[in-house]
C-alpha cells in the first residue's frame, strides 16, 4: 500500500510538474520567432507563416494538448536554433552530468556522514569544531567561487588537475569536489544534530544498561536512527546537486544538460530550458520515490505501518 | 516532611547555581561567535546604507596610473583592469546584492508564508490542492526555476528579485503549514473556541503569533540563500548590468582575468560568503533559542 500510494502521487506530481513548465514559459512574456528570425529583416509575413508552422498561432488549449501529448510521447520539441530534437541534446549530454552529479554526492554523503557522526560523537571536541566549520563554510560558499579558488589552488600553481574539460576522471576531481563540498555541508549539520537528538533519548540508557558496549550502542542503534533524515537529505540534494551543475559547469566549461540550459537561455531557445527543466524535475522526483522505498529498508516503522 | 522540603529546596538551589555557572560559560563561548556574525552584518549593511563613507574612493573612477595592482596598503583588494579600486566596488556593490537577498526574503516569505497559513488554518480540500501545487513548485530545483524566471523576463533588479523570490516560496509554505497545524490543536485554541471566540479573530490572536518563529528564523537563513542564488543568478550573465556591479557580476567578471590577477574575484567571494557564514551564524543561534532541547547543547 505505501509503495503504490508513494508511486502514484509521484506520478501525479510528474504530470503538474509537465502542466507548470509549459505554465511558466507560456505565460512569460518572450516570443520564439525573434529568436529565429532576425527582426531587421522578417516581413510580417514571415513571422506569421513561422507562428504557424510551430503553432503558436493557436489558442492556448490547442497548444497545450499538442504539448502535453507530445511530451508523452516523448518528443521534447525541437531546439529553435539548430532544429535538433531537445530529447537527444539533453540524452547526449546527460552522461557527464550524470557523473559528475554521481561523484560530487558520494563526496558529499561519505565526508557528511563520517565527519556528522564522529562530530556528534566526540562532542565538543577538536572534531566537532572541524565538522562545524566545514558544515558552516560548505553551506555559505557560492560554487562559483569556491570552484574558482579550486582552480587557482590546484591548477593554476599546483597544477595537480585541469581547470577545464570534459574527458577523464582528472577533470572530473575539482567540479565534483566544489558541488560536494555544498552537500557535505548540509549533511554534517544535519547528521550532527540528528545524532546528539538521538544520543539524549532514554532509550539509549537503557542499551547501555542492558550492557551493550558504547561501540554497538553508538554505530548500530544510534546511527542508524540518524540516517533516516540524512537519507532523507541526500535525495533532496541529488536534485539540487543536479541543478548546481548549470553553475559549475560554467565555471569548469565542462559539457553537460546544465551548460546547455545556460546556453539556451542566453539564446532564448525555450524548448531547450523547458526539456531540461522537466527532465531535472523528473530525475528528482524519482530519487525521491526512491529515497521513500528506502526507508522501508532502513526504519521497520515504516514496514508495520502501511 | 519539612526536613526533606528543605534538603530539596537546598538541593534545587545548588543545581540551579550550577546550571546557571553552565550557561554562563556557554554563553561567552558561542555568544562571541555570534556577537562577530552581527558585527559583520552590521558592517556589510552600513556599507550598503552610506557606501561613500566607508569606500575610499568612487566605484566609477578610473585611476590611469594603477591599473591591475596587487592588494596593498593604498588598494586593499588591489585594482582591475579599468583601474578602479576593487574594495569601493565591493563596498558600493553590497547595495544591490544586500537588496536582491532581503526583498526576495520578504516577498518569498510573505508570500510562502501565507500561503502556509491558509493551507494550514483551512484545511481540508484547499489544504490538499495547495499542498499538492506546493510538492509541484518543489519538483524543480531552485536554482532552475529561478534562472527560467530570471531568463524569461530579462535583466533587472526586480526581475531578479523575483524569480529568487518564487524559487523559495514552497519551503516557507511548507513550515508555515506544519507550525500552524501544529498551534491549531492546543488547548489554548481549543479553549478560545469553546469561549465563543470567532475563527478569525482565533487565527489572528492566536495561531498566527505563535506561529511565526520558525518562519522568521528560515528568513533569516532565507537572507543567505537569497544572495547565493541571487549572486548565482549574476555570475551566469542574467545579472543587471548597471555602472557598479554587485558582488555576483563582478565576480564573474573578474574571471577572465583568473591568471593575472586573482585579486578581482576573489575578494567579491570573500564578501558573499562572510555575508552569507554570519547570517547562517545568527540563523543557527535563533533557532537554537527557540529549541529549549538545543540550547543546552
Known amino acids: ?306 | 516532611m519539612r526536613e526533606a522540603a528543605t534538603a530539596s529546596t537546598i538541593w534545587q538551589k545548588q543545581r540551579g547555581r550550577r546550571l546557571a555557572a553552565i550557561r554562563f560559560r556557554r554563553f561567552t563561548a558561542s555568544n562571541l561567535f555570534v556577537l562577530g556574525a552581527v558585527t559583520v552584518v552590521l558592517f556589510i549593511v552600513a556599507c550598503a546604507i552610506v557606501p561613500s563613507i566607508i569606500a575610499p574612493y568612487s566605484p566609477t573612477e578610473m585611476l590611469t596610473d594603477s591599473i591591475m595592482q596587487p592588494p596593498s596598503a593604498a588598494h586593499l583588494f588591489g585594482t582591475d583592469y579599468f583601474g578602479r579600486d576593487i574594495f569601493s566596488v565591493v563596498v558600493y556593490g553590497s547595495r544591490d546584492s544586500l537588496f536582491i537577498g532581503f526583498a526576495s526574503v520578504i516577498v518569498g516569505g510573505l508570500a510562502g508564508g501565507a500561503i502556509g497559513a491558509l493551507s494550514g488554518y483551512a484545511g481540508g480540500w484547499l489544504d490538499a490542492v495547495l499542498m499538492r501545487c506546493n510538492d509541484i513548485l518543489m519538483t524543480i530545483p531552485g536554482i532552475l526555476l529561478a534562472l527560467a524566471i530570471a531568463g524569461a523576463l530579462g535583466k533587472s533588479l526586480f526581475n531578479i528579485v523575483l524569480a529568487v523570490a518564487v524559487a523559495s516560496i514552497p519551503g516557507y509554505a511548507r513550515i508555515m503549514r506544519s507550525q500552524i497545524i501544529s498551534i491549531k490543536g492546543r488547548t489554548f485554541i481549543q479553549a478560545s473556541q469553546a469561549a465563543g471566540a470567532s475563527p478569525l479573530h482565533i487565527f489572528w490572536k492566536h495561531v498566527l503569533p505563535n506561529s511565526l518563529s520558525p518562519l522568521l528564523v528560515m528568513a533569516t537563513i532565507g537572507v543567505g540563500t537569497s544572495i547565493l542564488t541571487g549572486s548565482g543568478l549574476s555570475f551566469l550573465g542574467l545579472g543587471v548590468l548597471r555602472e557598479v556591479p554587485d558582488w555576483g557580476t563582478l565576480l564573474s567578471q573578474g574571471r577572465g582575468y583568473l591568471t593575472v590577477a586573482w585579486w578581482i574575484c576573489t575578494f567579491p567571494g570573500v564578501a558573499i560568503t562572510l555575508f552569507v557564514l554570519a547570517v547562517n551564524i545568527i540563523g543557527d543561534r535563533l533557532r537554537d533559542q527557540l529549541d529549549p532541547k538545543k540550547s543546552m547543547r
Open chain 1, 1 to 306: 500500500m505505501f509503495i503504490a500510494g508513494r508511486i502514484l502521487s509521484s506520478l501525479l506530481v510528474i504530470a503538474g510538474t509537465l502542466v507548470l513548465v509549459f505554465a511558466i514559459l507560456y505565460v512569460l512574456p518572450g516570443d520564439p520567432t525573434d529568436t529565429m528570425l532576425d527582426p531587421s529583416v522578417a516581413t510580417p509575413e514571415m513571422v506569421a507563416n513561422l507562428k504557424h508552422q510551430l503553432g503558436t498561432d493557436q489558442p492556448f488549449y490547442i497548444q497545450f494538448s499538442r504539448y502535453i501529448s507530445d511530451m508523452v510521447r516523448g518528443d521534447f520539441g525541437n531546439s529553435l536554433l539548430n532544429s535538433e530534437p531537445v530529447l537527444n541534446k539533453i540524452i547526449d549530454h546527460f552522461p557527464a552530468t550524470l557523473a559528475l552529479t554521481a561523484v560530487s554526492a558520494l563526496v558529499a554523503a561519505v565526508f557528511g556522514l563520517v565527519l556528522g557522526v564522529l562530530s556528534a560523537i566526540h562532542r565538543n571536541g577538536p572534531i566537532d569544531l572541524i565538522a562545524r566549520v566545514v558544515g558552516l563554510f560548505g553551506i555559505s560558499m557560492p560554487t562559483f567561487w569556491s570552484g574558482i579558488l579550486l582552480i587557482v589552488l590546484f591548477s593554476l600553481n599546483l597544477g595537480w588537475f585541469p581547470a577545464m574539460g570534459s574527458g577523464g576522471w582528472k577533470t572530473l576531481v575539482l567540479p565534483a569536489l566544489t558541488l560536494g563540498i555544498v552537500g557535505a555541508g548540509f549533511i554534517v549539520r544535519m547528521v550532527r544534530s540528528s545524532m546528539l537528538d538521538i544520543i539524549n533519548e532514554h532509550f539509549m540508557l537503557t542499551l547501555r544498561a542492558k550492557g551493550l558496549s558504547e561501540r554497538i550502542v553508538m554505530y548500530k542503534h544510534a546511527l542508524r536512527n540518524a540516517l533516516i533524515p540524512a537519507v532523507t537529505m541526500v535525495g533532496m540534494l541529488i536534485g539540487e546537486m543536479l541543478a548546481g551543475t548549470v553553475v559549475i559547469e560554467t565555471v569548469f566549461s565542462r559539457q553537460g544538460i546544465g551548460r546547455i540550459m545556460s546556453d539556451a537561455l542566453m539564446a532564448k531557445d525555450l524548448p531547450v530550458v523547458q526539456g531540461v527543466i522537466f527532465f531535472t524535475a523528473l530525475i528528482y522526483v524519482i530519487v525521491n520515490l526512491l529515497v521513500d522505498l528506502s526507508y522501508t529498508v532502513i526504519d521497520p516503522r515504516v514496514r508495520r505501518s502501511t
